[in-house]
């Protein structure tokens, strides 16, 4: 989680927030904090993973050439 966390601005200044290597990073901040959501419900994870799902979505569909 941290280095995920810490390497996430950094990508997004180096490379920008399309870049594949920063959805990458996302998609692994939504995967981790979904999976400690369905290990311990009701702890919060499940927001931090709503909000990382959601932050995918939303740079996904801006790279999306449609």
Request: proline share 5%; net charge negative; glycine share 8%.
């Amino acid at each position: 989680e941290a280095n995920l966390l810490e390497a996430h601005p950094l990508l997004v200044q180096a490379h920008g927030e399309t870049h594949e290597n920063t959805l990458e990073c996302v998609r692994g901040l939504a995967d981790l904090y979904t999976a400690w959501d369905r290990a311990e419900p009701g702890e919060g994870y499940g927001a931090e993973a709503a909000a990382w799902k959601a932050n995918l979505a939303s740079q996904s569909a801006r790279t999306d050439p449609r």
